[in-house]
């Protein structure tokens, strides 16, 4: 283990450059041609022989001293967000409308480092470097691991870091079972015949009708959460574009995040009724619709104690932090974690005084937590 963690730390300036080089140059979604053929051409450096697949990312396989365990997968996200970035850094996005708010290019960066040290030193079982387009909204790892060869694999344990910003930089926060939470979408439509905003009486209003839905959803989750924890967040409202006219439709975007099917179930039910109420109580009509996200992150219990054992026995141990409660984040890496046993941690990345999350504008990491992220996937392709 000592080994793995110089080996990190001599490679920390080279992930540097990576990560400095793929923040200036994000690219948003699933199709990443940029993102995807820099990763490529790192790996191929490294005497690898990646396999490439539009929109579902890129693979290496590295072969082990002996190949007769488990595979171990190492997974990194690629893509950036639809974000202005208001960081001030040196190597802020060249890229208009797109921002790695989210870390992903220290994910890349710290498994590229990974990817180099385990073909210098192979681990005695097979790795799959697995670098994913798509995680923001896309379900990118569905198409990731249905492309690629290299996934092909029956037996396999998968592991993950996701950087946090508002963490102390360098801890490494864990927790068996769920880890991050279910998450979906959700749209609600309010229908009236609008008109003059002199006479109001005359008219069904999608604007009161979307303000009685989001004060009553607050209401709800209250409610619901003392049984556990949830969350409903409309994030979105388009009604009207004039002050004299009353609009005749109205929008509401948001996301639910649960942490077990039967309080998703739960919440689902009340936000339509809510939306209902909202609908009869201004003269409007009202439609819900659900838009299903993401499954839950669950990390397989033996493998999160094999983790902290090893993780405990090194000098990173003391950053070793369990975590009170799950995210409610969400994260596709839960389709990795559906196929094989393994587990994802929160790697710490905060930056002094920087109180920024993830997906803010202004979110920063410290890239000194980058050798900390190395070191973690070598010690789970050495078998935690």
Wanted: charged letters at 20%; proline letters at 6%.
């Amino acid at each position: 283990m000592t080994d793995r963690l110089t080996q990190a730390r001599d490679l920390q300036a080279e992930m540097v450059e990576h990560r400095r080089h793929l923040h200036a140059e994000p690219e948003v979604g699933l199709d990443l041609p940029d993102t995807s053929a820099y990763v490529e051409r790192v790996l191929r450096d490294c005497g690898l022989e990646p396999e490439r697949h539009p929109g579902a990312g890129v693979t290496a396989h590295i072969r082990g001293s002996h190949g007769v365990g488990p595979v171990t997968v190492l997974r990194s996200d690629m893509d950036a967000l639809p974000l202005e970035e208001e960081t001030a850094l040196p190597f802020s996005s060249r890229r208009r409308g797109a921002m790695h708010a989210c870390g992903h290019d220290l994910h890349m960066a710290m498994l590229l480092g990974a990817a180099k040290c385990l073909v210098e030193t192979p681990p005695a079982d097979d790795v799959v470097v697995v670098f994913q387009p798509g995680e923001e909204s896309d379900r990118g790892a569905v198409p990731t691991l249905a492309a690629h060869r290299n996934l092909d694999i029956a037996d396999a344990r998968a592991f993950a870091i996701h950087v946090h910003a508002t963490w102390p930089a360098h801890s490494i926060n864990h927790t068996a079972g769920t880890f991050m939470a279910y998450g979906d979408w959700f749209r609600v439509d309010f229908t009236g015949p609008g008109g003059h905003a002199s006479q109001p009486q005359l008219a069904g209003n999608p604007v009161e009708a979307g303000a009685h839905f989001v004060l009553a959803a607050r209401e709800l989750v209250a409610s619901l959460s003392a049984e556990e924890h949830l969350v409903a967040t409309v994030t979105e409202s388009v009604m009207g574009n004039t002050v004299n006219v009353i609009p005749a439709h109205g929008r509401l975007r948001g996301t639910i995040r649960t942490l077990s099917p039967t309080q998703r179930q739960n919440l689902v039910s009340g936000l339509r009724r809510l939306a209902s109420a909202a609908a009869d109580r201004t003269g409007t009509q009202a439609a819900f619709q659900l838009i299903e996200g993401y499954p839950a992150v669950v990390n397989d219990a033996a493998y999160v104690e094999r983790l902290v054992a090893a993780v405990g026995r090194t000098s990173l141990g003391p950053g070793l932090a369990a975590m009170s409660a799950p995210s409610m984040v969400i994260e596709d890496f839960a389709y990795f974690l559906q196929q094989w046993p393994g587990a994802m941690v929160y790697l710490g990345a905060q930056v002094e005084g920087s109180s920024a999350f993830n997906h803010a504008p202004d979110a920063v990491f410290d890239e000194a937590v980058l050798t900390t992220g190395a070191a973690l996937h070598l010690m789970a392709a050495d078998g935690f």
